[in-house]
């Protein structure tokens, strides 16, 4: 089985990254950020424009966004478990990625120096088009079109985050990357 991971919001701390490089820059609008909700940036840094926020992260920090965020902790823990599991049952673990062009290279460093290492890696917005069996995803938009248009007819996981509830409600939902084992695959 080819199981597909995301990595922001899945293995990556994007958002925390994205948060704290705005409490750097601009510290007086650090007490109006808010808890994302949804992917509507202008719901939880609501003093910028989309257009303003976009050019904060795709083009002023981009690497220091990307390259400095963290690893969730869970993601540390299980990787090591979920590599060994995928290997002794033959599953693949594929990185599905929706990175920009201009953030591909920072994502393949950060996994690297994570030691996140998979069996292949996609970069492609258009997750549903990939090869995989299942879809770990934390983007509500990406899971319900993986859904209704997986090639493979695959089975998108909801990987548990404040901003996807409503997609927590109608898919199968893990909190942690060794949910994987126990959850989907009855281990």
């Known amino acids: 089985m080819r199981i597909g991971i995301d990595c922001d919001g899945v293995l990556r701390d994007f958002?925390?990254?994205?948060?704290?490089?705005?409490?750097?820059?601009?510290?007086?609008l650090a007490d109006q950020l808010k808890t994302p909700t949804s992917w509507d940036w202008e719901?939880?840094?609501?003093?910028?424009?989309?257009?303003?926020?976009?050019?904060?992260?795709?083009?002023?920090?981009?690497?220091?966004?990307?390259?400095?965020?963290?690893?969730?902790?869970?993601?540390?823990?299980?990787?090591?478990?979920?590599m060994?599991?995928?290997?002794?049952?033959?599953?693949?673990l594929v990185l599905v990625s929706a990175q920009r062009d201009d953030c591909i290279?920072?994502?393949d460093m950060w996994l690297n120096n994570y030691r996140f290492k998979f069996d292949e890696k996609i970069y492609t917005h258009k997750k549903h088009l990939?090869?995989?069996?299942?879809?770990?995803?934390?983007?509500?938009?990406?899971?319900?079109?993986?859904?209704?248009q997986s090639i493979n007819k695959g089975v998108p996981i909801c990987f548990r985050q404040p901003w996807n509830t409503k997609s927590?409600?109608?898919?199968?939902?893990?909190d942690r990357l060794s949910d994987l084992m126990y959850?989907?695959?009855g281990k």
Do not use: M
């Not at 938009?141 to 209704?148: D, E, Q, V």
């Not at 927590?168 to 893990?174: G, Y």
């Open 15 to 28: 958002i925390g990254s994205l948060q704290d490089t705005i409490k750097k820059y601009h510290p007086e």
């Open 105 to 107: 290279d920072i994502t």
């Open 84 to 92: 060994e599991w995928a290997k002794n049952n033959g599953h693949e």
């Open 130 to 148: 990939v090869d995989v069996d299942v879809l770990v995803d934390d983007s509500p938009s990406k899971l319900g079109r993986f859904k209704k």
């Open 43 to 82: 719901q939880w840094i609501p003093f910028w424009t989309d257009e303003e926020t976009e050019k904060f992260v795709f083009e002023d920090h981009t690497e220091e966004i990307f390259y400095t965020a963290d690893a969730f902790d869970e993601a540390l823990e299980d990787w090591p478990v979920l």
């Open 183 to 185: 959850v989907c695959f």
């Open 168 to 174: 927590q409600k109608s898919k199968l939902t893990i």
